[in-house]
């Protein structure tokens, strides 16, 4: 049984920054690209960032770059993603999500977490 929980989320100001969380069990997710989505109300799922498990390669949307993080600590089989510089429209349900292709695609992701909300206050 794949599992992929997020943790983390919560109420933060404009400006400040929070750490999220994917536990990753089932399998072994080494030879996987894992990603970071998120959708907002009203609005379709969109690519955050993604990380090549194995290598650490890193790929991130233009409205993130140079603010989030990704990271993968291959001991604990979690990924993170620190959101620095938060903004209000960065409001939205996060998920984490695996793939067995490097691709910022939400429907070429096979496994899927529950998600967890983060919500920006200005």
């Known amino acids: 049984q794949v599992q992929l929980v997020e943790s983390g989320g919560g109420l933060v100001q404009a400006g400040g920054s929070l750490r999220l969380s994917c536990a990753a069990s089932g399998r072994t997710f080494s030879s996987y690209v894992m990603g970071w989505f998120r959708q907002a109300p009203g609005k379709e799922r969109e690519f955050v960032a993604c990380?090549?498990?194995?290598?650490?390669?890193?790929y991130y949307s233009d409205s993130v770059k140079d603010r989030f993080t990704i990271s993968r600590d291959n001991a604990k089989n979690t990924m993170y993603l620190q959101m620095n510089s938060l903004k209000p429209e960065d409001t939205a349900v996060y998920y984490c999500?695996?793939?067995?292709?490097?691709?910022?695609?939400?429907?070429?992701?096979?496994?899927w977490g529950q998600g967890t909300q983060v919500t920006v206050s200005s």
């Open positions: 990380i090549k498990w194995s290598v650490g390669s890193i």
């Open positions: 999500a695996a793939s067995q292709i490097w691709t910022v695609r939400p429907d070429r992701y096979d496994y």
